[in-house]
């Protein structure tokens, strides 16, 4: 009789688990299949942008970058398809194992009830809104910072591409080649 209340209360951790797990794809999925998306793509750009910077002559570029740019269109489409699909069948296998070791049946209960509620639909809701003017917060408190940091590099990075190629014009930066 032990085993079998244990084996219940088991089905019942799980059952709350997985639900869970269905709730956070509905959260975060889209957001993940972008970010896992993103992370594919921005190699591929920076390494094709300064391949195209180095090899094709000024005047051929923007016929060039824009053939590359449709190319880099369907791989990014197909890429977020194939991540889209794995974020749906992955989101049970990778999330009820975790909630079940770490959650107790009531702090998930309690989790449910909240993403469910509709306080936390309205706090959804906000989120890209909070998200933007935290940043531009953030943006507009680092932005002398940053551009400082950005013309330390630039300036840096000017003397030692200068060194390296033997002409002593430190003032070109790359967007000006």
């Known amino acids: 009789a032990l085993s079998t209340g244990a084996m219940a209360q088991n089905d019942a951790k799980k059952a709350l688990a997985t639900k869970l797990a269905q709730l956070q794809l509905k959260t975060d999925g889209a957001a993940m299949a972008d970010q896992l998306t993103g992370s594919a793509v921005q190699p591929i750009v920076a390494g094709w942008s ?13 016929d060039v970058r824009d053939k590359l740019d449709a190319e880099l269109k369907k791989f990014a489409d197909n890429t977020h398809k194939a991540v889209e699909a ?52 953030i943006i507009e408190a680092t932005r ?12 840096a990075a000017n003397r030692i591409v200068g060194a390296a190629g033997g002409s002593g014009s430190g003032g070109n930066s790359p967007a000006k080649k």
Do not use: H, N
């Open 50 to 62: 300064q391949r195209l910077d180095e090899t094709v002559p000024p005047a051929r570029q923007k």
């Open 86 to 137: 794995q974020v749906g069948k992955s989101a049970e296998a990778a999330l009820v194992p975790i909630f079940m070791e770490k959650l107790s049946e009531d702090e998930m209960k309690t989790i449910i009830a909240y993403m469910e509620s509709p306080a936390s639909a309205k706090l959804q809701a906000l989120g890209a809104d909070a998200t933007d003017a935290w940043a531009k917060r």
């Open 144 to 155: 002398s910072q940053v551009e400082a940091g950005a013309k330390t590099f630039e300036s």
